[in-house]
């Protein structure tokens, strides 16, 4: 069965450690609520092991001890909100996350115009995603490693 999946970029607030030294487990991640951030959910694949220890140390790099959003977890690592995933997901779940999401790629955050926006009258938005611009029937963000 082919699942239907929707793309859209998320701000990346930090990672949950894997059990693998050095490598993440989750990446934690934001879209647009407002004037500030929201919380969307974990994405725990679409990386190889080698990837995620790049991750990792790139993210350490910008760690903090501040979140950019009320959350808590198991032994999280918030970093500043200065980078983008690009996701592939299939849906929202009732509770407002993304439901099976998976790496794509990761970009410096530029501004806000492309994150993902959630409504303000509804936390979850159905059926609508931000897409990667397409020229020539090519993307023209960097879909996979990472570029920042």
């Known amino acids: 069965m082919n699942k239907c999946k929707r793309r859209a970029s998320f701000v990346i607030l930090g990672f949950e450690p894997s059990i693998v030294p050095g490598t993440i487990g989750r990446l934690l991640l ?13 994405c725990g694949t679409g990386w190889t092991e080698d990837l995620s220890r790049e991750l990792r140390q790139l993210l350490e790099g910008i760690a903090t001890k501040t979140p950019a959003v009320d959350l808590k977890g198991r032994g999280p690592v918030f970093t500043e909100p200065l980078l983008v995933a690009e996701i ?11 439901r099976h999401p998976s790496l794509k790629g990761i970009r410096e955050r530029a501004d806000d ?3 993902y ?3 303000s009258s509804a936390h979850i938005q159905r059926g609508h ?3 990667v611009s397409r020229q020539r029937g090519r993307p023209t963000e ?7």
């Open 129 to 131: 995603s931000v897409h």
């Open 88 to 98: 592939a997901y299939s849906a929202w779940t009732e509770d407002g996350k993304l």
């Open 117 to 119: 926006e959630l409504n």
């Open 113 to 115: 115009a492309t994150i």
């Open 142 to 148: 960097e879909a996979s490693g990472v570029t920042a």
């Open 30 to 42: 934001a879209a647009r609520k407002g004037e500030g951030l929201g919380y969307v959910g974990g």
